[in-house]
Structures are given as structure tokens and as C-alpha cells.
């Protein structure tokens, strides 16, 4: 079956660390670009994060540049956020997607929370 | 950054009925606009890519227009499952941005 499948989600304390997982299976994980997209509680969607197949080109939102770092393994066909510097604003459910023309496959997302 | 304002932001809307769902950017995109379908508890689902071309599975019954900085997606007769928050999303240039959402209820 072809999927994505994020963990790593949880509860942390502000300006603290979090890395986030995305497991693909199904598909040739290393022919495709991938992305990092966030949704606030009763928000709309953020996308936050891309890196190309062979993390070459990498990208990120303001909100998140400096702080947050994307990488990739395409032998263990993952994908990864490392999160630092977590804020109160940060709070969201964060999916991996796969795609660069559009993103066509979704993870089922996780939660992180950030609070004292 | 490329802001993308969707309007309207509610739809209340009957089954069977046509929807009509709007997007504009605030600077042209060409034609790399897509479109997401999204229900409560769950992923966005694509439904549409470069504008115009249904993503893989996606029902006839929708599609997409437009090119510049005026888009329209267009559900031609709602079905039940239909109702949901629909997002529009460019990637004419970095960062990424989406619109803030149509939410298509049911009247």
C-alpha cells in the first residue's frame, strides 16, 4: 500500500526539541520531493518545509526558518523535521506530503503541542 | 510571499447543487495552482493540479479553471460527501502558501 506515516508527535515545553518522523512505503521514496505542511487547531494549512530528492535544494517558511531543519534517508525511505526553539505557536498537527506539482499523497499527520 | 484569498469563506449549499469555489493571488502564478479537499479528522486530499487537470480517482464532477491570478473550482452537482473545506495551494514561487479555505456546507 502506498503511505505515508508520521511520529514523533507530542507534548513539549516551550524552547524545547522535537524531531519529527515520515515513514514511506509503497513507492520509490527517493524519485520524489517531499514536504512538511502544518495545521493549527480550527486553522487552515501551513506548508513549512521541501526538499528535493536528493536534498540538493531545501526551502522553508519565515515561521519556521532557523529554527526547524528537514532532511531525508533515502535508504531507510524517511523523511525528518528536527524542530527546535519550540513556541506556543507551533502547536498544530504537522504532515509529511509527497510532490513538488502538487502534492498528491498525505500522511495521516501528527500532533505536537507546545506548552508549559 | 504570494497571499491566495479564497472566497467565499462559507458555502451553504443544498445537494445537487453547483458549486463554485474562487481563488486569487495577489501576484500571477501561471497555471501551478492545486486544489485540496479536506473533511474533519483527516489528510487534504488533491483534487486538482496545474489549474485543470484532475488528480488520479478524482469524480468528473469536479474541476478547475483559470490561470493568472483568477481560479475557480467548480463541483458541478454536490454530493454528500462533498462537504467539506476545500484550500488552494501555489507553487508559482517559494514559499509555498495556501489560501485560507472554503468551507462547503450543507444549507
Known amino acids: 500500500e502506498v503511505q505515508l506515516v508520521e511520529s514523533g508527535g507530542g507534548l513539549v515545553q516551550p524552547g524545547g526539541s522535537l524531531r519529527l518522523s515520515c515513514a514511506a512505503s509503497?513507492?520509490?521514496?527517493?524519485?520524489?520531493?517531499m514536504n512538511w505542511v502544518r495545521q493549527a487547531p480550527g486553522k487552515g494549512l501551513e506548508w513549512i518545509s521541501y526538499?528535493?530528492?536528493?536534498?540538493?535544494?531545501?526551502y522553508y517558511a519565515d515561521s519556521v526558518k532557523g529554527r526547524f531543519i528537514i532532511s531525508r534517508d533515502n535508504a531507510k525511505n524517511s523523511l525528518y523535521v528536527q524542530m527546535n526553539s519550540l513556541r506556543d505557536e507551533d502547536t498544530a498537527v504537522y504532515y509529511c506530503?509527497?510532490?513538488?506539482?502538487?502534492?498528491?499523497?498525505w500522511g495521516q499527520g501528527t500532533l505536537v503541542t507546545v506548552s508549559s | 510571499e504570494i497571499v491566495l484569498t479564497q472566497s467565499p469563506a462559507t458555502l451553504s449549499l443544498s445537494p445537487g447543487e453547483r458549486a463554485t469555489l474562487s481563488c486569487r493571488a495577489s501576484q500571477s502564478v501561471s497555471s501551478y495552482l492545486a486544489w485540496y479537499q479536506q473533511k474533519p479528522g483527516q489528510a487534504p486530499r488533491l483534487l486538482i493540479y496545474d489549474a485543470s487537470n484532475r488528480a488520479t480517482g478524482i469524480p468528473a464532477r469536479f474541476s478547475g479553471s483559470g490561470s493568472g491570478t483568477d481560479f475557480t473550482l467548480t463541483i458541478t452537482s454536490l454530493q454528500p460527501e462533498d462537504f467539506a473545506v476545500y484550500y488552494c495551494q501555489q507553487r508559482s514561487d517559494w514559499p509555498l502558501t495556501f489560501g485560507g479555505g472554503t468551507k462547503v456546507e450543507i444549507k
Open positions: 506530503a509527497r510532490g513538488h506539482t502538487a502534492m498528491g499523497l
Open positions: 509503497g513507492f520509490t521514496f527517493s524519485n520524489y520531493s
Open positions: 526538499i528535493t530528492t536528493g536534498s540538493r535544494a531545501i
